[in-house]
């Protein structure tokens, strides 16, 4: 067998914000250097620290493997067939879960559903960046370029920017998008993307040979209310690419009712026939400016209440909303209730899953001391915003607590362009996630991926 290891002018500055490294520029503090090799014309990548940290990790006692146990759900199908008969969807019916519903365009498509304009991101900046650059030619391109054109706004392909060599080299082991909105996707594209198969036809270079599915989330009153589609959309062909979620964001709090929970129900019922349920959620509190007042935030506390307990009942792992008020004048009140909440209602060993995390590590050790079985969920940075807590945290969590998620439509990476609409798209961007925390704690990108794979194992019982 013949192997050939070759050294490209490669660097990845563990700064994920420095600006973008030109010419021969070496020998600066933070950078490690990363190696291809090739083995029967297979290529691989591999990151190695030049330079150890400042700072070791603080080790994090691991998380003990517990395996997934499903309760079974309510098998009586509550008004399947008047879901089937009455409520009818389009592209573009998605809810924002950013905006109330009451602020939400109605759709003449349906009452129960809206389709507004797609909000225009701004567009990346260019000169700054997270992730690994990389100099030097290591394959072609691919067949992606020759793809159809896209028929949204802007058209082409994605541009991958500084992630394009990464995206186009085979790494050891698959990742996944641990947290995303597929549903909310559709809603913000043309009508000739409708389902999980077109997207991936579509938008084939952001779907690198490395990705290993995504877990859905369901979490707006209009994809709960009615599951049925989503079955033909996102189930139908995804083989053991999808898993899915089922939770009211806590935007939407004052929508709970009795119709709801039998249509988010139904579609747990119809995600666990397939064997893909693995959890309960988004769920939690939102305090920002949008939700300020005492009786909206009471009926989410009230709501998460209910979704607690029924995620113990069913035995299923928790995925966690949690925002405070981002004001001049916020605080931490979201965090504090969201945690004595669940110190209430929820066992000490049961599995969570702190969705976006953006906090400090106090904030992340007061967690893990009282949650054994917990993990945090990051996201790709976008337009070059810096978060120090953010950082830091990665840095200090052992990688045995990290997932990765792209939350998408929102969160578009830093330095990527050509996004339709601006909006990102759901599964293998989670890849620049792994870049990111690749960079910030000195790691191999294949071991962030190996780890954080098996911890999608640990945590929802996804085998891949």
């Known amino acids: 067998m013949s192997s050939q290891v070759v050294d490209v002018n490669i660097t990845a500055p563990f700064d994920p914000f420095a600006d973008v490294v030109t010419g021969d520029e070496s020998g600066s503090k933070g950078r490690s250097h990363m190696r291809i090799q090739q083995r029967n014309g297979q290529k691989t990548l591999t990151t190695v620290p030049s330079q150890p940290p400042d700072k070791p990790s603080t080790p994090v006692a691991p998380v003990a493997p517990v395996r997934q146990q499903f309760v079974p759900i309510n098998q009586s199908s509550s008004g399947a067939a ?55 030619v290591l394959a072609s391109p691919g067949d992606w370029k020759n793809s159809p054109p896209n028929k949204s706004t802007p058209s082409g392909p994605i541009d991958l920017a500084q992630y394009a060599q990464v995206f186009q080299t085979a790494l050891k082991g698959k990742f996944i998008d641990s947290h995303t909105h597929f549903d909310f996707t559709f809603g913000k594209l043309d009508a000739s993307v409708n389902t999980y198969t077109q997207l991936r036809q579509k938008y084939p270079e952001v779907f690198p040979e490395s990705y290993g599915g995504a877990i859905q989330v369901f979490c707006s009153p209009q994809s709960l209310k009615n599951p049925l589609p989503w079955a033909d959309r996102l189930m139908a062909g995804t083989d053991q690419e999808m898993w899915y979620s089922y939770g009211l964001h806590p935007n939407w709090a004052d929508e709970w009712s009795d119709h709801l929970r039998n249509g988010m129900e139904e579609g747990m019922r119809m995600a666990k026939m397939s064997n893909r349920l693995v959890a309960v959620g988004e769920i939690g509190l939102d305090y920002s400016r949008s939700n300020s007042g005492e009786e909206k935030r009471k009926a989410q506390r009230d709501v998460l209440q209910i979704q607690l307990e029924w995620a113990v009942r069913e035995g299923l792992p928790i995925v966690i909303h949690c925002r405070n008020d981002e004001g001049p004048t916020g605080n931490a009140q979201a965090d504090n209730d969201c945690f004595d909440l669940l110190k209430q209602f929820v066992p000490h060993d049961h599995k969570l899953h702190r969705h976006c995390f953006t906090g400090g590590y106090t904030e992340a050790e007061r967690w893990m001391e009282h949650f054994p079985n917990i993990a945090f969920g990051f996201v790709p940075s976008k337009y070059g915003k810096r978060n120090p807590a953010r950082d830091e945290t990665i840095r200090r969590l052992g990688i045995e607590r990290i997932l990765l998620e792209t939350d998408a439509p929102y969160f578009p990476p830093t330095g990527m362009k050509n996004f339709p609409g601006g909006n990102s798209i759901p599964g293998g961007l989670a890849l620049v996630t792994a870049c990111e925390i690749s960079n910030l704690k000195h790691m191999p990108l294949e071991e962030v991926v190996q780890a954080t794979t098996s911890n999608n194992g640990r945590l929802f019982g996804i085998r891949l």
Request: net charge positive; proline share 15%.
């Open 82 to 136: 008047a879901y089937r008969n009455r409520f009818k969807r389009g592209p573009g019916d998605i809810f924002d879960p950013r905006i109330p519903s009451h602020q939400q365009p109605t759709s003449a498509a349906s009452q129960l559903t809206t389709a507004g304009p797609a909000t225009e991101s701004p567009p990346p900046r260019l000169n700054r960046f997270s992730g690994a650059t990389i100099k030097g």
